[in-house]
């Protein structure tokens, strides 16, 4: 039927939607997808001085935005830890508490530096430990987070008088928290132990294409044991409806397997 002159036509585009109906923020998110996939592979091909050097600038680049927007969220207090005239007399201890104070509260600069240094050499040490060791584990996250406290320090002047013991504590406090996060990250991160109760039945229920059905199975404890024992009222009992059911039971009687 011919559209009045009043009515606006809808473009239709390849995939048979309308025009309006298109999400410009999915098909930006997928244009991300394959610009960052693309980018995997090219860097895959990299020697590994090139992908460490890659992976550690682009990760200081991340690691100095966040630290500019933090920055940004709180006013810069380090004016209230003025730094002293060369003349002034202070001792070790007191100027190195100084700079520490300085050094976390800093403003959106001091901040991005922070943050650039902490995330680009721990991003750089961990890229060179999996190239080396082919493994991503817990000793090559506690070695990449010592490295990035370390420099942290040295970097920021956080701690005390002594650059080099700071830069041990900070390292081995850096590696401690980092070991223990990733640990349990790890534990909560596996899998779900296998039920092996259900083995067999999980296997008859995914042949038959049923597979949605194996909680109501677990519900009423219908083991493999009671595999050759199932009748339909039992199937019935854990509201598996008649269609299921029957597909079930023809399946139990003409397997041998279950039988014997």
Not at 12 to 27: A, C, R
Request: net charge positive; with cysteine.
């Amino acid at each position: 039927m011919e559209q009045g002159k009043n009515q606006g036509t809808t473009l239709v585009i390849p995939n048979g939607l309308p025009q309006q109906f298109q999400n410009p923020i999915h098909e930006i998110q997928t244009r991300f997808k394959q610009l960052e996939s693309g980018f995997k592979l090219w860097l895959s091909k990299q020697t590994l001085p090139v992908e460490v050097a890659v992976v550690t600038a682009t990760s200081a680049g991340q690691g100095a935005a966040i630290g500019a927007f933090m920055g940004t969220l709180s006013p810069d207090a380090s004016s209230v830890f003025p730094t002293p005239p060369p003349s002034a007399s202070l001792n070790p201890q007191a100027m190195a508490s100084l700079k520490q104070a300085q050094a976390l509260a800093g403003g959106p600069f001091v901040q991005a530096r922070n943050f650039a240094v902490m995330t680009g050499v721990n991003a750089g040490i961990t890229c060179l430990l999996r190239r080396l060791r082919g493994k991503e584990d817990v000793q090559s996250s506690m070695m990449a987070a010592f490295g990035s406290g370390a420099m942290f320090s040295l970097v920021s002047g956080f701690g005390g008088p002594n650059q080099a013991t700071n830069a041990l504590t900070s390292g081995l406090f850096f590696a401690l928290v980092q070991g223990g996060l990733f640990q349990i990250g790890q534990k909560f991160s596996q899998p779900p132990t296998e039920d092996t109760r259900y083995i067999r039945t999980r296997n008859m229920l995914q042949n038959l294409g049923l597979q949605g059905y194996e909680k109501n199975f677990k519900k009423g404890l219908l083991t493999d044991n009671t595999l050759p024992l199932l009748t339909d009222s039992a199937l019935k009992d854990v509201k598996i409806p008649p269609g299921p059911r029957l597909l079930i039971l023809e399946h139990v009687e003409r397997d041998p397997e279950f039988k014997r």
